[in-house]
């Protein structure tokens, strides 16, 4: 790590340390410290459900304890994040177990809210009147099939699934159909990357990293007044490193991220979180801390990834 950021590395370590979950100790510790993977997939596992699903917060918004497709794409987030492809080890099979029994699935997308989260804290947007797939949105389902695709038995139904939801997502966003977010976005990149990684000869992956090579560039935010306050895109969202496929296209405004987040950093080490739940004023105060820690690794990574 190069010396301009070690002043802000040592702030951000130490806010990490004082206030961190220890998954995301284990997470700091494992990209800055030497730390191993066992110890995250360890950390990891107390979030996973006996169906195969993860909860319990896993996903800091939304404190329901019972498995949902979201928290769970969480998690596979993580072990993406550390490289971790053991198809047979438990955390990997329980995910693929509770995606096969289709719990929060509709035959199409897996449920991007589900009604159990209104029992327990949570932010705004993961309320809900009904099990909602948010209007036919890929976010995560996208990135689900993906994992499917990578890691299930060729010869499995639940593979079979996996590939036809791969292919209608690829459907929808080469032929353009609907405006996808951000989020949606990253969803969409985590599924073309497991089925590089599968060598699945699914959908037409050219085609796709092309399309999203389009699509990445357009959705960061270039106005960046807007960048200090709002819930915004920055480039962070969609590359972390330099190897990147959409990183050629976007340096200058991975550039400007990197000066920013230098800039911004608060005095305790960590930095703002543009966003805040409406209720639940106890328990988003302990949820705000664990997206600041979140935020201090995310950003430290990536001025590590790509500085």
């Not at 990490?16 to 997470?27: E, K, M, S, T």
């Not at 589900?114 to 990135?143: F, G, K, L, Q």
């Not at 949606?184 to 497991?194: F, G, L, N, P, V």
């Not at 270039?222 to 990183?247: L, M, N």
Request: with cysteine.
């Amino acid at each position: 790590m190069r010396g301009e950021i070690m002043g802000m590395f040592e702030k951000a370590r130490e806010f990490v340390y004082r206030n961190a979950r220890p998954l995301d100790i284990a997470r700091w510790q494992y990209h800055f410290e030497n730390g191993s993977k066992e110890a995250i997939i360890n950390t990891l596992s107390f979030y996973q459900n006996k169906d195969g699903g993860f909860g319990h917060a896993l996903e800091a918004d939304s404190w329901n304890p019972n498995s949902s497709p979201i928290q769970t794409w969480n998690a596979t987030e993580i072990l993406r994040e550390i490289g971790f492809v053991d198809t047979l080890h438990p955390i990997i099979q329980g995910i693929l177990k509770y995606l096969a029994n289709e719990k929060d699935f509709n035959g199409q997308f897996w449920y991007n809210t589900v009604r159990s989260n209104n029992d327990y804290p949570h932010a705004p947007w993961w309320h809900t009147e009904s099990d909602s797939t948010c209007h036919n949105d890929y976010n995560p389902t996208a990135c689900l099939a993906g994992f499917i695709v990578r890691f299930a038995e060729k010869e499995s139904e639940l593979y079979q699934l996996g590939c036809r939801i791969v292919k209608e997502a690829y459907e929808q966003m080469i032929v353009g159909e609907r405006e996808n977010d951000m989020h949606t976005t990253a969803c969409y990149i985590s599924m073309m990357e497991y089925c590089k990684e599968a060598h699945a000869d699914v959908i037409d992956l050219v085609s796709l990293e092309s399309k999203l090579r389009k699509v990445v560039s357009a959705s960061i935010t270039k106005d960046t007044a807007q960048w200090e306050h709002g819930y915004i895109c920055k480039p962070s969202q969609f590359i972390c490193s330099k190897d990147s496929v959409f990183y050629p296209d976007n340096k200058e405004i991975v550039d400007f991220e990197c000066d920013f987040i230098a800039k911004t950093q608060l005095e305790d080490g960590s930095w703002n979180i543009p966003w805040s739940w409406s209720d639940y004023p106890e328990q988003w105060a302990v949820s705000k801390n664990w997206w600041r820690s979140n935020g201090v690794l995310v950003n430290i990574l990536f001025l590590k990834s790509v500085k």
